[in-house]
């Protein structure tokens, strides 16, 4: 059993940054895969960013690469999501999951997931 608890959302200027954390409980983080995943109103979740349980591979969607960074640090049984030049579309509740797979962008494949925070970028 993985619990997840993500901070650090906020509200933020158009072309401003933010850093999200998720913090994992339970034993065995470091043997699961990551992933972050976003959700707007009115709209389905959709894959953000993913990490391998070693941090050696990331995956992104098209969407934000180049601008996001996602990272993890096994010692903290935490992720993180760097977001730069953020955009008023990216304003969405973002929540982090994880999977014993390997890292990918289908959210069904994800065994646990966090309750959410939210991200507003104003334009």
């Known amino acids: 059993q993985v619990q997840l608890v993500e901070s650090g959302g906020g509200l933020v200027q158009a072309g401003g940054s933010l850093r999200l954390s998720c913090a994992a409980s339970?034993?065995?983080?470091?043997?699961?895969?990551m992933g972050w995943f976003r959700q707007a109103p009115g709209k389905e979740r959709e894959f953000v960013a993913a990490?391998?349980?070693?941090?050696?591979?990331?995956y992104y969607a098209a969407s934000v690469k180049g601008r996001f960074t996602i990272s993890r640090d096994n010692a903290k049984n935490t992720v993180y999501l760097q977001m730069n030049s953020l955009k008023h579309e990216d304003t969405a509740v973002y929540y982090c999951?994880?999977?014993?797979?390997?890292?990918?962008?289908?959210?069904?494949?994800?065994?646990?997931w966090g309750q959410g925070t939210q991200v507003t970028v104003s334009s």
């Open positions: 339970g034993r065995m983080f470091r043997s699961y895969a």
């Open positions: 990490i391998s349980w070693s941090g050696s591979s990331t």
């Open positions: 999951a994880a999977r014993q797979l390997p890292p990918g962008p289908a959210s069904y494949e994800y065994d646990y």
